[in-house]
């Protein structure tokens, strides 16, 4: 007993105080959902600054493991808000729906995209027609370390290989897709225009993407423009807000704007379920007379408009704020709204690294929180949150983020998935032929 109490007070300080701190902000840290990788780096940490430390750091690891391993959330469960991820065998063959991906479209293609369809197929309840360069992607599947997981897949069935011509790449025109007519692209379109798949996911060209899709979908009656949809995070995770256009017109006129929030309200809610989607219009102001002309002259179509619940005008502070479903501006304003949102995260995660305390305390704090930053830096990532819809042609298409990897791939491909089984186009058809004013 005496040299167990001996032992206990000629541990050296470091520990006494790593162990007093961890003890005192045992509850904060499962707050903010530390897990078991942050206990390791700690013990990581803490056995840099004093050796002979192992039994002790080890006994705070078992700690943190046992009080904090149920908070531990699969990555994509994390990201989507809560979302239940599937299991492949809770699911049927006869349940998979067909979704064509344009495997060669993205920065990193066709390898990630490749990944991330493998990865969807066991997480979804989905069959991939994967078109693709073949020779190309058996040499990135080698690379990856994929190629039993792709053989796999394409035995049971889950992944097709479809060849294509010559690429459509990232700095070509739009009109690159009447000259290269056996692109991935076009071929993928032609799967869901002949209905061989339900939706097509491209994270390639977007300008090539939206020609491709105007040229062999076509738009639907009653919709001069296709917008592009993006979510965008709020306070709420679960509570995600769709923001269009974001970039696929540039110059518009109120009737497009109008046009924009009767499919914004159409997908928010058959795709993310919200029965009364609160619609609003970007302004500089909440009152009604604010703004350009454009502005006030949407104001007063959307006002009048009985299809959807119009609460007013939507300041840029608002568009995060959970208190809008639907916001709708023309592309120039979206596209810079989303770019900035892309950047915050990162701007976040290197403001609050700059902040953290310094020293041997600091390291062990930052140990502990460095799971939970990288987590606030993805929720404000719109690359990690998949994909964006282009609305208003006759088709579903998600349009991939271009740095797009295998995480966003996934969660790009349940957004297809969701927009499919939901009934959307649906619900988008009885738009055709609906009256709109001639503005």
Known sequence: MENDFRAKNNRPKAIRRLVIWYRRNAAVTSLVDTATSSASAAGSVAGSVVS????????????????????????????????????????????????????????????????????AITRLPLRIKFVCEVEKVINAANELGITESLNQAVSDGHIELIASGESIGMDDEATAVRKKRDASINIAMDLVKKGDAMAVY????????????????????????PAIGALFPTKDPAQPVLVLDVGANMDCKPIYLHQFALLGNIYSRDVLQINEPRVGLINIGEE??????????????????????????????????????????????????????????????????????????????????????????????HAEHGGALLLGVNGICVIGHGSSKALSVVSALRIAHSAASHGVMDDLAKLQGSKTADV
């Open 52 to 119: 002979g430390a192992g039994s002790v750091v080890s006994t705070a690891g078992s700690m943190a493991r046992s009080t904090l391993q149920p908070l531990v959330f699969d990555p994509l469960r994390r990201l989507q808000g809560g979302i239940n991820v599937l299991d492949k065998d809770s699911f049927k063959d006869s349940e998979r729906i067909w979704i064509a991906v344009d495997g060669m479209g993205g920065d990193y293609a066709p390898g990630p995209i490749l990944e991330g369809c493998l990865n």
């Open 288 to 381: 009604a007379c604010k703004g350009n002309d454009l502005s006030q002259k949407t104001y007063e179509l959307l006002v009048n408009e009985d299809r959807f619940k119009f609460i007013g005008n939507c300041e840029g502070r608002d568009v995060l704020s959970g208190k809008f479903d639907v916001v709708v501006c023309d592309g120039f304003t979206g596209n810079v709204l989303l770019k900035f949102l892309e950047s915050v995260g990162g701007v976040l995660l290197d403001v609050l690294r700059a902040e953290l305390p310094r020293g041997r305390r600091g390291k062990v704090g930052s140990a502990f929180l460095r799971s939970n930053l990288k987590r606030i830096k993805k929720r404000l990532d």
């Open 202 to 225: 491209s994270a390639g060209n977007s300008g090539a993407l939206m020609a491709s899709a105007i040229f062999r979908l076509g738009r639907l009656e009653g919709i001069d423009r």
